[in-house]
């Protein structure tokens, strides 16, 4: 059974940054891809960044330019820097990997952009 457990959410200023973790329990390089998405009330869950496991980026058009993905693959984790948060950032983060039909999903970190 893989785990996927985030960490890192919280409350930010307009403007300001964060830097969510995810860390598998088993490699990185399992996975064919590994991302970030994100669900805000009332709307669907949406993919936010992801990288491949050859180490390509792709990234929504909304977070393009300010939000930047990586990973550590010494620590079997997948990071997501955000930086110039805006109020429409605001949702519950969630990491995922996929595993050719298998995908795999942790239990979510609250962001909150507010002054």
């Known amino acids: 059974q893989v785990q996927l457990v985030e960490s890192g959410g919280g409350l930010v200023q307009p403007g300001g940054s964060l830097r969510l973790s995810c860390a598998a329990s088993?490699?990185?390089?399992?996975?064919?891809?590994m991302g970030w998405y994100r669900q805000a009330p009332g709307k669907p869950r949406e993919s936010v960044a992801r990288?491949?496991?050859?180490?390509?980026?792709l990234y929504s058009d909304s977070v393009k330019g300010r939000f930047t993905i990586s990973r550590v693959s010494a620590e079997n984790t997948v990071f997501l820097q955000m930086n110039s948060l805006e109020p429409e950032d605001t949702a519950v983060y969630y990491c995922?990997?996929?595993?050719?039909?298998?995908?795999?999903w942790g239990q979510g970190t609250q962001v909150t952009v507010s002054s």
């Open positions: 088993r490699s990185i390089f399992s996975f064919n891809v």
């Open positions: 990288i491949t496991s050859g180490g390509t980026a």
């Open positions: 995922n990997a996929n595993a050719g039909y298998t995908n795999y």
